[in-house]
């Protein structure tokens, strides 16, 4: 078991590559409720919802 648990480990990504793709991820969601929150002002302003 041990041999495989050593196997694993050598196949670990570098650092820098996981914090890349967090990085990624999380830029990603921030965006996509950037755009969320953009449609639905339009979508509020359009019903005449808009404060003055």
């Known amino acids: ?3 495989e648990h050593e ?3 050598s196949n670990t990504k570098p650092l820098w590559k ?4 967090l990085v990624f991820i999380w ?3 921030v ?3 950037g755009v969320i929150a953009w449609l639905l002002r339009q979508f509020m302003t ?3 919802l808009a404060a003055p």
């Open 46 to 48: 359009a019903a005449g």
């Open 18 to 21: 996981r914090m890349t793709w």
């Open 27 to 29: 830029s990603a969601s």
């Open 7 to 9: 196997s694993s480990a």
């Open 31 to 33: 965006l996509a409720l």
């Open 1 to 3: 078991m041990s041999e």
